[in-house]
């Protein structure tokens, strides 16, 4: 775990492709040779951090359905949790964003797999909340949700307060839904 946690910082610093296995392993302490005691690859390691991200999102999908809550109530968890994680998993995120072409096929196509499941979830949610069919202005707009709920705490001045920073990008995620909700 001690590991993963300060692999992560160095993706964070730098782009995951641009960090060699050496360097890696000088970033954590130990010796060249001794990092594939930890880590099989560094593409094993980054395929290993993104699965994790895109599991503990579809736990929460699979814990708030569970819920039987209204979709609106269902779909204000889901992005209040996705803040939440963002918070706490900036450099999965990171990678999710940024590194994933890294992987192999096989690897980038579980991944995507995964991200698309959750896409679905959130894409259907917001679907719910409206009352009529969505054309192709909404479809595209739906699409830009999960980009968005990656990318808005970016946005932010990194030296805010979290309560603010919280109270600010729930407030712009929920704005954007309601925007969506009123396009053709």
Same mark, same amino acid.
């Not at 060699?20 to 880590?39: F, K, Q, T």
């Not at 679907?127 to 192709?136: A, I, K, N």
């Given at each position: 775990?001690?590991?993963?946690?300060?692999?992560?910082?160095?993706?964070?610093?730098?782009?995951?492709? &641009?960090?060699?296995?050496?360097?890696?392993?000088?970033?954590?302490?130990?010796?060249?040779?001794?990092?594939?005691?930890?880590?099989?690859?560094?593409?094993?390691?980054?395929?290993?951090?993104?699965?994790?991200?895109?599991?503990?999102?579809?736990? &929460?999908?699979?814990?708030?359905?569970?819920?039987?809550?209204?979709?609106?109530? %269902?779909?204000?968890?889901?992005?209040?949790?996705?803040?939440?994680?963002?918070?706490?998993?900036?450099?999965?995120?990171?990678?999710?964003?940024?590194?994933?072409?890294? *992987?192999?096929?096989?690897?980038?196509? &579980?991944?995507?797999? *995964?991200?698309?499941?959750?896409?679905?979830?959130?894409?259907?949610?917001?679907?719910? *909340?409206?009352?009529?069919?969505?054309?192709?202005?909404?479809?595209?707009?739906?699409?830009?949700?999960?980009?968005? *709920?990656?990318?808005?705490?970016?946005?932010?001045?990194?030296?805010?307060?979290?309560?603010?920073?919280?109270?600010?990008? %729930?407030?712009?995620?929920?704005?954007?839904? &309601?925007?969506?909700?009123?396009?053709?």
């Amino acid at each position: 775990m001690e590991f993963q946690r300060k692999a992560l910082e160095l993706f964070k610093e730098r782009s995951f492709s &641009q960090v060699s296995m050496r360097e890696l392993a000088a970033h954590v302490g130990i010796s060249p040779g001794a990092i594939y005691h930890h880590v099989e690859s560094k593409e094993a390691l980054l395929f290993e951090l993104l699965m994790e991200l895109y599991q503990a999102l579809l736990s &929460q999908v699979e814990r708030v359905n569970k819920r039987k809550l209204p979709p609106a109530q %269902r779909l204000t968890t889901l992005i209040e949790y996705h803040l939440r994680l963002h918070e706490n998993m900036t450099g999965h995120f990171k990678l999710a964003v940024m590194d994933v072409g890294c *992987l192999s096929p096989p690897m980038e196509e &579980q991944v995507r797999r *995964l991200r698309k499941a959750y896409e679905s979830e959130m894409l259907s949610l917001v679907g719910q *909340l409206s009352h009529e069919p969505g054309g192709p202005l909404r479809e595209g707009a739906l699409k830009a949700i999960l980009p968005l *709920l990656n990318s808005l705490p970016a946005w932010l001045n990194p030296m805010m307060e979290n309560t603010q920073r919280r109270v600010i990008t %729930r407030t712009i995620a929920h704005a954007v839904v &309601q925007a969506i909700n009123t396009l053709p």
